[in-house]
């Protein structure tokens, strides 16, 4: 196919993915995936939704200015983009958030279904229009060049109607049209017609991007989404890993690899550099804490594994009998090639430059000559334990675990551990961590002062968190808890994964973290992930709570202040 069209790959992991339940980032972990998004070749970059706090201000702006200059791996910066509603205090906040970008985006909207205008905003249809235009000529009046005008529940409003509205804000200056399925409610044959007939019936003197943004409720997101492409869409809003409220959003890498697969099927092209699929799935999955299901396409543990006799067969005859993507070109790790207990310093270092070469750990790991030292302790830990050797993905996790702790403020540092369980006994765990905000009164490498504790707990790992909260002082909701192994074999690396929040029950000052209650959910939105890896996973688990507890502080002492809104999630 030739004469293909540009597709923009417009990302929204940092704004609508946030969205998820249980999903918190801070500001530096925002931060970290922008930058990922910018080496993935993302377009642009929805960084976030500036009037709803002082700390989504903060992480827009500094996004903004810290990542929207970046061209490493791209041809032009990325464009950031912030959200607002029809509003224009949310307008200019916008405005004052993205202004350090050189390319930069106001992303703002407004409800166009009946059943949004009659029950929520209770407004006529002409008066959703005029909100709408004015919404948009403000954004102009601003100086922005670049607006992009929603119609949130799109795929629910009268069409005839959404041309109406969608006419008037182009000419008020909007140069992308946004047309949301907000509910997932649209088959893909019906979406695409949508998306057709807006291409045909909205009159413009200039050109405009039509473009799609699905949700998943219906498991059609994906669908939906390509349906918009066949039918004139340029445009279309992901995310990594596909996280979003409810059931998420359209999977980036989804709609990536359909286009990659199948170049003759779509009449466009993107500029994603697909060898950082990987590496950008693997970020999101572990600063949000939200495991990627094993049978998820393209991403998932199980996208390339096959246990069928007559599949391994064939794959081992020929890879591409049962596999129709090289799972190479998704950046995934090289299996074969390990490290043992007798390789030294020198191979350590260049394997670890090979791995993190054009990646965002390159920067971070480069300026920081003793994260090699500390990778290498770890490495030669492990390595002694391990028989099979040292895989990339070992070695993937160990740089994990070292950036998370140079990129995080770290008010208390695990020191030490022990514990003793058995059945029929409760668990009774020892714990020692250092506080960083103390002096040292005992010997520390860092200099901080060492605190130890012991609590009993109805298992080794509840022992664990209770020792943790007396010396920390805080009582807690574990609101979930999971391990995962690196790699295949008993002697994996174990990576532990643990959302925890403050207890606000009324009278609850026990300092044990309290389980989270099915009543509870609603507040689950305020939990602070954390994560842990090492060799044992009890030490895992104590280093993925502190984790928690550090951003947790973190967040505290930063004191957020709302900016008169109910909730900083919206629906688009």
Same mark, same amino acid.
């Given at each position: 196919m030739t004469?293909?069209?540009?597709?923009?790959?417009?990302?929204?992991?940092?704004?609508?993915? &946030?969205?998820? $339940?249980? =999903?918190?980032?801070?500001?530096?972990?925002?931060?970290?995936? !922008?930058?990922?998004?910018?080496?993935? #070749?993302?377009?642009?970059?929805?960084?976030?939704?500036?009037?709803?706090?002082?700390?989504?201000?903060?992480?827009?702006?500094?996004?903004?200015? &810290?990542?929207? $200059?970046? =061209?490493?791996?791209?041809?032009?910066?990325?464009?950031?983009? !912030?959200?607002?509603?029809?509003?224009? #205090?949310?307008?200019?906040?916008?405005?004052?958030?993205?202004?350090?970008?050189?390319?930069?985006?106001?992303?703002?909207?407004?409800?166009?279904?009946?059943?949004?205008?009659?029950?929520?905003?209770?407004?006529?249809?002409?008066?959703?229009?005029?909100?709408?235009?004015?919404a948009v000529a403000y954004c102009k009046s601003l100086g922005c060049e670049d607006i992009e005008f929603s119609p949130e529940d799109a795929g629910r409003s009268d069409k005839e109607f959404l041309v109406q509205v969608l006419e008037s804000v182009v000419k008020a200056g909007a140069t992308t049209l946004n047309i949301p399925d907000t509910v997932g409610y649209n088959m893909p044959e019906e979406y695409g017609a949508l998306i057709k007939y807006l291409v045909e019936h909205v009159k413009s003197d200039r050109p405009i991007v039509f473009s799609t943004h699905c949700h998943n409720d219906l498991g059609l997101a994906t669908a939906n989404t390509l349906a918009g492409i066949h039918n004139g869409a340029r445009q279309v809003e992901v995310t990594v890993n596909g996280i979003g409220e409810r059931a998420g959003n359209t999977s980036m890498e989804e709609i990536v690899m359909s286009i990659h697969t199948h170049p003759n099927t779509f009449p466009v092209y993107h500029s994603i550099d697909t060898y950082q699929i990987y590496n950008a799935s693997q970020l999101v999955t572990k600063k949000t804490g939200m495991p990627i299901q094993p049978n998820k396409a393209i991403v998932g543990a199980n996208a390339f594994a096959h246990e069928s006799g007559i599949h391994q067969d064939g794959?081992?005859?020929?890879?591409?009998?049962?596999?129709?993507?090289?799972?190479?070109?998704?950046?995934?790790?090289?299996?074969?090639?390990?490290?043992?207990?007798?390789?030294?310093?020198?191979?350590?270092?260049?394997?670890?430059?090979?791995?993190?070469?054009?990646?965002?750990?390159?920067?971070?790991?480069?300026?920081?000559?003793?994260?090699?030292?500390?990778?290498?302790v770890s490495f030669k830990r492990l390595a002694d334990m391990r028989k099979s050797g040292v895989h990339d993905q070992d070695l993937f996790a160990l740089l994990d675990e070292e950036l998370n702790l140079l990129n995080s403020f770290q008010t208390f540092k695990f020191h030490a551990l022990h514990v003793m369980a058995g059945s029929g006994i409760s668990a009774t765990a020892t714990v020692s961590i250092e506080d960083t905000t103390k002096d040292p009164e005992e010997s520390s490498q860092d200099g901080g002062k060492i605190i130890t504790d012991a609590a009993v707990g109805h298992g080794p790992v509840h022992a664990i968190f209770n020792a943790i909260n007396r010396i920390v002082g805080f009582s807690n909701v574990l609101a979930s808890y999971e391990v995962r192994a690196v790699t295949g074999g008993s002697d994996s690396l174990g990576s532990v994964h643990v959302k925890i929040r403050r207890d606000k029950i009324s009278g609850h000052v026990d300092k044990k973290p309290r389980l989270l209650d099915q009543d509870d959910t609603q507040d689950f939105k305020n939990a602070f992930a954390g994560q842990g890896t090492d060799e044992d996973i009890l030490v895992a688990s104590a280093k993925a709570y502190l984790n928690a507890v550090n951003k947790m502080l973190t967040a505290e002492q930063r004191s957020v202040k709302t900016l008169g809104l109910e909730s900083r999630n919206v629906a688009v």
């Open positions: 004469n293909k069209d540009k597709l923009v790959i417009f990302d929204t992991t940092l704004r609508d993915g &946030e969205q998820s $339940p249980g =999903v918190t980032l801070t500001v530096n972990e925002k931060i970290e995936i !922008a930058k990922q998004l910018s080496r993935l #070749g993302v377009d642009v970059c929805e960084a976030g939704f500036p009037i709803a706090s002082q700390g989504d201000f903060e992480a827009v702006h500094r996004i903004a200015k &810290e990542v929207g $200059p970046l =061209v490493q791996g791209r041809q032009s910066p990325m464009t950031i983009c !912030a959200l607002a509603r029809a509003v224009p #205090g949310d307008i200019k906040r916008a405005w004052e958030a993205i202004s350090p970008a050189p390319k930069r985006r106001i992303h703002t909207f407004l409800a166009t279904s009946d059943i949004h205008l009659k029950y929520k905003l209770k407004l006529t249809r002409q008066e959703c229009i005029k909100k709408a235009t004015d794959v081992l005859k020929n890879k591409t009998t049962y596999e129709i993507i090289n799972p190479e070109i998704l950046g995934l790790p090289n299996k074969a090639l390990v490290l043992g207990k007798h390789s030294g310093r020198n191979a350590f270092k260049t394997r670890i430059d090979e791995l993190v070469k054009d990646t965002i750990y390159q920067e971070p790991l480069h300026k920081n000559p003793k994260a090699y030292e500390n990778l290498f």
